[in-house]
């Protein structure tokens, strides 16, 4: 099995999976009679195919044990999926460059407190995955006509492991 070790997610080491969602060194301005600091496009939401549309759901997500055994990446032909976490923990980000085999090796991160991920259409990824506890999730996602998943399993499962420091 081998074994891929999970990076710090920063937007260098992840431009070329999709977008961070996080306010750090953000273009913002204030609204609201300035009470409020408004952090302007953070990602960009993709919807296509019939009868499509953008919405917006929770996932309650069961943190996995570690090492993870990861055996299975999705992706979403119609759909860009934004994962934007409820809470301030961190939780793995598991993306994979498309090959003329399918799936590439996947490529691991760890979110900082607070981050969230934006994955465009068509690309392959992990599924949701807190750590250590229970986490749940805004999630910008498309709806519509058309089969907007699927799946593919890995003849050989890959183990993630987190770095030194972060629990599980």
């Not at 399918?102 to 900082?112: D, E, Q, S, V, Y």
């Not at 465009?120 to 805004?138: A, C, M, S, Y």
Request: proline share 11%.
């Amino acid at each position: 099995m081998t074994r891929i070790v999970a990076q710090p997610l920063t937007r260098d080491n992840f431009a070329e999976f999709g977008e961070v969602i996080e306010t750090e060194d953000a273009h913002h301005y204030p609204i609201n009679a300035g009470k409020c600091e408004r952090y302007h496009a953070l990602a960009t939401a993709e919807a296509a195919g019939p009868n499509s549309r953008v919405i917006l759901n929770v996932f309650k997500g069961t943190p996995y044990a570690f090492p993870l055994k990861l055996s299975m990446v999705e992706r979403h032909p119609f759909g860009s999926q934004a994962f934007v976490p409820l809470s301030p923990r961190p939780f793995l980000v598991v993306v994979c460059h498309d090959t003329e085999e399918g799936p590439g090796t996947p490529h691991a991160f760890i979110t900082k407190p607070g981050q969230g991920v934006n994955y465009p259409r068509n690309l392959w990824h992990g599924v949701l995955t807190p750590i250590g506890e229970p986490q749940d999730f805004l999630v910008v996602d498309r709806a519509g006509d058309g089969v907007n998943l699927e799946e593919f399993f890995y003849p050989e499962p890959y183990e993630i492991v987190l770095p030194e420091g972060i629990l599980p």
